[in-house]
């Protein structure tokens, strides 16, 4: 990892249109990124619910480096209709190569991939790019997208990752027709929460800090993965309690103390998993100013319906009808309930949060078998 540091310095070095004001600023940040994470990620770890499987290592697997021709012909010269995503770094296409490796495959065979390309003169991006590189570059878990190579070629940076054939949970719960099925959700959340609980285990914890539903990729068999790592930090090791550091994340699904002090720890991630799983039995985003007065933040709309048996039930996404869990909305409720505590301290760890949710996964107690719609008065007289 500290070669292919290098490696991306002596890159950087290549690109004439850079100032020497930026290019300093990228020779510090490579050269602490370099200090800080050249040995992390050297254990094993064994566990029967994934969190910690003794096949998933926390040690440096070896990157393609791809030309950017090789990208640009992987995805038929970026063409429009390949575009998988947009966000504030750039677009990303869906594309096809040789398996194991960077030769060009034609559509449709090979490996799928996710091409993502980085905005130019970005120095910000640039600064995200080398951290998503640091970490998927040494992380592999099951439930973390696997990050297949990179490009970096005068101004472009691009990552190659698995390509996931159903997008987004962002996309499943706030944009498709069809509502995603309760069942699914309750995987996908617990496929999220078993990669969290493996970046905050061990002493070398990684705090995510971006955690949110268009970060939370699914498989064609709703398994989640958690992917842009741009923001991922280092946690507190030792006798220290907590990473102090600039406010970075989305508004929304960042936790309270975190903004107020910039003081970053895994319960941070928590908090955010929090938010993620009231957006997934809600239906509703974490922020939606397109709503009435007092409903706009979800967790201040919905703390006061959590511990409350009787209201509960009107959080539920209306898309899904009665068509959900009783003892799984009730137990997610809980689970919300404990993730958005204000106290920090008192949030459960990612691995008892898996040991709640581990059981929903085969609850059949549907609400549709329970409650019977009532006949209106007119339709009682019409009979």
């Known amino acids: 990892m500290i070669y292919l540091l290098a490696s991306l310095l002596v890159h950087s070095m290549k690109c004439s249109s850079r100032t020497f004001s930026s290019m300093t600023a990228e020779m510090r940040y490579l050269n602490a990124s370099s200090r800080d994470l050249g040995d992390r990620f050297q254990r094993n770890f064994g566990d029967e619910n994934g969190v910690n499987a003794s096949t998933e290592k926390r040690t440096p697997h070896r990157l393609l480096e791809f030309t950017f021709q090789e990208l640009k012909s992987a995805t038929v010269n970026f063409r429009p209709d390949s575009i998988l ?23 449709g065979t090979g490996l799928t991939v996710a091409v993502k390309s980085l905005k130019e003169n970005a120095l910000q991006g640039h600064r995200e790019w080398v951290a998503e590189v640091d970490f998927l ?41 069809l509502p995603l099925p309760w069942p699914c959700r309750m995987k996908v959340v617990l496929g999220a929460a078993k990669g969290l609980a493996f970046l905050h285990v061990g002493p070398k914890p990684v705090i995510y800090r971006d955690f949110k539903t268009s970060n939370i990729l699914i498989d064609a068999d709703y398994n989640a993965k958690l992917s842009d790592f741009g923001l991922a930090k280092a946690g507190p090791q030792g006798d220290k309690t907590h990473v102090s550091t600039r406010v970075l994340g989305t508004y929304g699904y960042a936790a309270p103390e975190y903004v107020m002090t910039g003081h970053l720890t895994t319960k941070s991630d928590v908090y955010s998993f929090g938010v993620v799983l009231l957006e997934v ?16 933040n979800l967790v201040a709309w919905a703390r006061p319906y959590l511990s409350d048996r009787r209201r509960l039930y009107q959080l539920v996404d209306p898309r899904l009808g009665l068509n959900y869990s009783i003892r799984g909305v009730q137990k997610v409720a809980q689970i919300c309930h404990h993730c958005l505590n204000r106290d920090s301290k008192s949030r459960p ?22 409650y019977r719609p009532r006949p209106s008065p007119r339709g009682k007289a019409r009979r």
């Open 137 to 177: 570059g040494q992380l592999h878990h099951k439930h973390l997208v696997k990050l297949i190579g990179y490009c970096i070629e005068d101004d472009q940076r691009l990552l190659v990752y698995e390509f996931m054939a159903r997008g987004s949970l962002e996309n499943h719960i706030f944009r498709r027709t």
């Open 281 to 296: 039995l809600t239906g509703r985003r974490s922020i939606d100013k397109k709503r009435p007065p007092g409903e706009q």
């Open 349 to 370: 760890m990612m691995d008892e949060v898996i040991k709640h949710l581990t059981p929903l996964q085969d609850l059949n107690d549907m609400a549709s078998a329970t």
């Open 85 to 107: 995503g947009e966000g504030g770094f750039g677009y990303v296409f869906k594309g096809w190569i040789e398996p194991d490796s960077t030769a060009p495959a034609k559509p």
